[in-house]
């Protein structure tokens, strides 16, 4: 006999959720001293998962698919139609693998070292203040799109980083700049689109081992290539996440300067930066939840599932979880000195199986790109942070600190 889900009360509770963002699902899980509940969202039923537990069945892709999980306003701006998040089974392990293509080590080096060239760039041009949050995108626009061999002229490139920029700002947006970044997703989309087309009539050649070249030539399960629109999504799939990665940019500098203590750690040594990195996804809010769809009906530890319910995992309460987290609001690089690997307990950009799964494919650029930061703004620059409002909403998606994070006095260290 199967036993009832935690239900919270209401006819619909999807005013709360903009209300309390981040904190939705975790003040609910605490609140029901469970890691599953049920909840009415947009009019629709909706179980929350979280917790290990919860997210190593979240990922079990017999159990649940992403076709019809992401609502529509996402697709028309974040996520693009019938890119690899909406696909499942066999077709989404063969798209998947197109992505995972490009993710050996030499290539990601190449990024990083295209990444440090364009920071070298603007920081030794900028006079008097920088916001950050605002150079960080330029820096990994121009990175990206000479990384994924498309062209970027420079007449273009303010416009072209807006596109992108809106694309993971305007998902959750109301009114005005929904509309403008679902403009911004047709314009990208286009752009895209037009040097599809020059690859494969052989007017544009970019490398091989690009993002442009082997997604134009790819071929689906089925043998055919696939249609130019559909590679127009993935290409921005390649340049709108890295674009995103100024958030975590944001975040990581931010963190050299509200934790003296850990900076002094990194500077001597005894911190290494792949454990500052992964504190910072781990601490700081990014994206707060994903969604999926059952399969079929299944029972799991007595809760009864129906297939086509929505679900959602909790992935910044699941970051924050004092069941797999020793002090979780505390910011400890340390941590990841002794940590026990799980691909459900740390998930900031998703979980389960990178090469095969729904977990993040450029999850290992992330991370280099933020270690480059880390070299940048503690070893090879100087900077100082004005008074400014660094306080950050757990409302607003994506969340940032007011000011963006002006810097000022930047230099080179001798």
Known sequence: ???????????????????????????????????????????????????EDGAELF???????REDAAPKRLLKTLFGEDGVQTLDGPAHTHRKRMFMSL???????????LVSREWERALDRATGEIVLYDTAQEVLMRAVCEWAGVPLAEAEVEKRTNEMR??????TALGPKHFRGRQARSSAEAW???????????RLLPNEKTALYEFSWHRDETGELLPA??????????????????????????????????????????????????????????????????????????????????????????????????EPEQFMPER??????????????????????HRCAGEHVTIAVMKETIDVFLNR????????DLSYSFVDLPSLPKSKLVLTEIERRT
């Open 336 to 357: 990841f000195n002794d940590w026990k690997e799980s691909p459900f307990t740390f998930i900031p950009q998703g979980g389960g199986d990178a090469d095969f799964g």
């Open 229 to 326: 629109d559909v590679v127009a999504v993935e290409v921005i799939n390649i340049l709108r996440p890295t674009v995103a990665v100024s958030i975590y940019v944001l975040f990581t500098v931010l963190a050299l300067h509200q934790f003296p203590e850990a900076r002094a750690k990194l500077v001597a040594g005894s911190v290494n930066p792949t454990w500052f990195v992964q504190e910072v996804r781990r601490f700081y809010p990014f994206f707060p939840v994903t969604a999926a769809r059952v399969k079929q009906d299944f029972e799991w530890d007595g809760y009864a599932f129906e297939e086509g319910t929505l679900v959602l995992l909790d992935l910044y309460g699941t970051n924050h979880d004092p069941a797999h987290w020793d």
């Open 192 to 202: 895209i689109r037009e040097m599809v087309e020059e690859v494969r009539t052989n």
């Open 103 to 113: 993710m050996f080590p030499g290539n990601i080096d190449r990024l990083t070292r």
């Open 166 to 171: 809106l694309l993971f700002e305007s998902g």
């Open 1 to 51: 006999m199967t036993r009832p889900i935690p239900k919270e009360q209401g006819l619909d509770h999807s005013v709360d959720f903009l209300r309390e963002g981040y904190h939705f699902v975790p003040n609910r899980r605490k609140g029901f001293q469970s890691n599953i509940f049920e909840t009415r969202l947009l009019g629709e039923r909706a179980i929350c998962l979280g917790g």
């Open 59 to 65: 990922y079990d892709a017999e159990r649940f698919v």
């Open 381 to 388: 620059y100087r900077h100082t942070v004005p008074p400014q």
